[in-house]
């Protein structure tokens, strides 16, 4: 038996960085992976998802460019696509084998079984290897949701791994979910010159982030001038053999379909974990934690198996905190403040409370759309919008964005609510000229009653 002081299971996001914090401070630390480090992330979600998203952005900006007076004529290589995929995702993957390395980290290949408690037990390609630790994390992520009536093949049916790794450009995509990992995968293929419907059985898009019914609306308008079908209120039941069946409140329809692909989320990944030995709790799928990531006695949870948004950077954040908590580095908190990002066309970003939410409670809030924005009409792209509300003492409690570089706008609505920053705070910032970032100023400006640049 090898002695460790935490045994990590899992090298995604969350456990990879809590092994590199661990070994930055000290404390010796195993981790566990069956598969690639970097999870589903790196290899399989995130970085392939926006490597698609960036790759194929020509496409969907010809219409703007044309505009301008610059004609593209774009083609797609899908074997050259694969190999960029492959050394972006090769590249960050030796990335973190290095940070680990130098922290001193122990990397084990195999797949983990909590034994009892301080004990993990590892089957590897050269047999099984057993733990022991003073602790044990838990960071295996999630995986795809499949539906009864279709099943994954890889073929027609497929999850977000087997439509990242490009295998044809169908001619009538059905994506089945109108969520996040639907919309993106679905803008991209759509750039690729497939002809996407998105199937939701929802009456919105996007349906449990917390979009705005106005931003949703302007989503909406967006994907359908770009020619991606939206159906809501319909349910995906099962394929036949040119397609797929629908059924709506009107009954049921059969739709055209080369591939279909299920995109209706994901779920932890706890089968054969054995969390049952060391008495953790399972609540709606996933493991039950204090605030401080506690699961049992000496073991933690943290990223997707914990629950909540089921986002890379929530998992890291946790990551790194409970290192340090595991360290004596810090005290057990509150929840950190997440931002949300989609990467679509336009891209949609929010934090905070949603801002119809904050609405109904008679919160105030400002708006700034981008059509009335410089920078905006400089780069063709006037397409979205800025709310921002504040609580009745003045402080920024949410803030939504839709529009381009919406990913990247996020942070500073982000910091001032870490930071309890006020609107007023906010609008007193000087922000440089012509830049996006305006808009969020603009926004705040609004909600103060004294608006810039619209009525």
């Not at 349910?235 to 591939?259: I, K, M, Q, W, Y």
């Not at 609510?417 to 440089?432: C, K, P, S």
Request: hydrophobic share 45%.
């Amino acid at each position: 038996m090898d002695r460790t002081q935490v045994v990590i299971v899992g090298g995604g996001p969350a456990g990879y960085v809590c092994a590199r914090r661990l070994g930055q401070l000290g404390v010796e630390a195993v981790l566990v992976e069956r598969a690639h480090l970097g999870g589903t992330c790196l290899n399989e979600g995130c970085i392939p998802t926006k490597a698609l998203y960036a790759a194929t952005s020509p496409f969907g900006h010809r219409r703007t460019f044309a505009r301008m007076g610059i004609a593209l004529d774009v083609t797609a290589d899908l074997a050259a696509m694969r190999a960029w995929l492959d050394e972006v995702i090769v590249g960050l993957r030796g990335g973190v084998e290095k940070l680990l390395a130098g922290s001193q980290v122990d990397v084990v290949a195999g797949e983990a079984r909590i034994a009892g408690a301080g004990e993990v037990r590892v089957v590897t390609p050269r047999g099984e290897r057993t733990l022991a630790g003073d602790a044990i994390v838990l960071a295996t992520g999630s995986s795809p949701i499949e539906l009864p009536g279709l099943p994954f093949d890889g073929e027609r049916v497929w999850s977000s791994r087997d439509a990242l790794e490009l295998p044809r450009v169908p001619e009538r995509l059905v994506v089945v979910g109108g969520g996040v990992i639907g919309l993106e995968l679905g803008t991209v293929y759509r750039r690729l010159g497939s002809e996407v419907w998105v199937v939701e059985l929802l009456d919105r898009l996007l349906p449990g982030v917390g979009l705005s019914r106005r931003g949703e609306a302007l989503l909406r308008r967006a994907l359908t001038a770009q020619g991606i079908e939206v159906r809501l209120g319909a349910r995906a039941e099962r394929l036949t053999g040119s397609g797929v069946v629908l059924r709506t409140g009107a009954g049921e329809e059969e739709v055209p379909a080369d591939a279909v692909l299920v995109a209706v989320g994901r779920k932890p990944q706890l089968d054969k974990l054995g969390v049952e030995n060391v008495g953790a709790r399972i609540e709606r799928g996933y493991v039950a934690t204090d605030r401080a990531f506690a699961a049992a006695p000496g073991v933690y949870a943290i990223g997707d198996v914990r629950g909540g948004w089921l986002l890379a950077h929530k998992a890291s954040h946790e990551g790194l905190a409970l290192a340090e908590l595991l360290a004596g580095d810090r005290v057990a908190g509150g929840e950190a403040v997440v931002p949300q990002a989609i990467f679509t066309q336009p891209e949609v970003a929010l934090v905070g409370i949603p801002l119809d939410e904050a609405a109904a409670q008679g919160l105030p809030g400002g708006r700034f759309p981008l059509a009335a924005l410089g920078r905006a009409w400089a780069e063709g792209e006037t397409e979205g919008q800025f709310q921002v509300a504040a609580d009745r003492d003045g402080r920024v409690i949410g803030a939504e964005i839709v529009g381009p570089h919406a990913s990247d706008l996020i942070a500073e609505a982000t910091l001032a609510i870490q930071a309890g920053l006020t609107v007023r705070e906010l609008a007193e910032t000087v922000h440089a000229h012509p830049t996006f970032p305006e808009g969020l100023w603009e926004a705040a400006l609004a909600l103060l009653g004294r608006p810039l640049h619209t009525s």
